[in-house]
């Protein structure tokens, strides 16, 4: 079984910055994309960022140029630098990953329980 552990979140002055991480912890498992999503109140969860193993990332239109993903492989951890911050980027911020399980190769989807980013105006 694995599950992700976010952490980073909290209250932020429009223009500023924060930083959120997640962990994957578990057994017999390999990761193939880790990411980011988020929920705004009234909102559909939508992808914020993503980074496939090997891969290139790939990011919402919304937020290019002011976010980067990035990976730690040996750590089964992801990263999200949030700079330039809206108002509008408030939201519960979700860490996703696909993985595959070892030996069998299964794919399967585990999500954090979120993280709630504030950006006051």
């Known amino acids: 079984q694995v599950q992700l552990v976010e952490s980073g979140g909290g209250l932020v002055e429009a223009g500023g910055s924060l930083r959120l991480s997640c962990v994957a912890s578990?057994?017999?498992?390999?990761?193939?994309?880790m990411g980011w999503y988020r929920q705004a109140p009234g909102k559909q969860r939508e992808l914020v960022a993503s980074?496939?193993?090997?891969?290139?990332?790939n990011y919402a239109d919304s937020v290019k140029g002011r976010f980067t993903i990035s990976r730690d492989n040996a750590k089964n951890t992801v990263y999200l630098q949030m700079n330039s911050l809206k108002p509008e980027d408030t939201a519960v911020y979700y860490c996703?990953?696909?993985?595959?399980?070892?030996?069998?190769?299964?794919?399967?989807?585990?999500w954090g329980p979120g993280t709630l980013v504030t950006v006051s105006s």
């Open positions: 996703n990953a696909n993985a595959l399980t070892v030996p069998d190769l299964k794919l399967f989807t585990v």
């Open positions: 980074a496939p193993t090997g891969g290139s990332t």
């Open positions: 578990g057994s017999r498992f390999r990761i193939a994309v």
